[in-house]
């Protein structure tokens, strides 16, 4: 059992700057790939990004790339979502999820995550 919490959500105006942060806790942290995922209001929940269980590889929402950075260190049991050059288009509910293993690929896909955060509100105001 894997239980995550995000933090650091908030206002922010466009063009500026926020770090989520996701605290696990529970077992073997690092034998999970983590995913951050969004939901604005009247859509689905969207992959934004996702790293690796070691930290090599991490993955990107078109939307997302070149702004977004995910991170992770597993000595805190934690991942990161530096958010950069916010848009308000990036407003949303920001989840972090778990998806057991140790494979290499985008994890893009809901449906693969083992456990879900509560989220935490981010919006950006033009």
């Known amino acids: 059992q894997v239980q995550l919490v995000e933090s650091g959500g908030g206002l922010v105006q466009a063009g500026g700057s926020l770090r989520l942060s996701c605290a696990a806790s529970?077992?073997?942290?690092?034998?999970?790939?983590m995913g951050w995922f969004c939901q604005a209001p009247g859509k689905e929940r969207e992959f934004v990004a996702a790293?690796?269980?070691?930290?090599?590889?991490?993955y990107y929402a078109d939307s997302v790339k070149g702004r977004f950075t995910i991170s992770r260190d597993n000595a805190k049991n934690t991942v990161y979502l530096q958010m950069n050059s916010l848009k308000p288009e990036d407003t949303a509910v920001y989840y972090c999820?778990?998806?057991?293993?140790?494979?290499?690929?985008?994890?893009?896909?809901?449906?693969?995550?083992?456990?879900w955060g509560q989220g935490t509100q981010v919006t950006v105001s033009s």
């Open positions: 999820a778990a998806s057991f293993g140790y494979d290499d690929y985008d994890h893009r896909r809901l449906s693969e995550y083992d456990y």
């Open positions: 529970g077992r073997s942290f690092s034998s999970y790939a």
């Open positions: 790293i690796t269980w070691s930290g090599g590889s991490t």
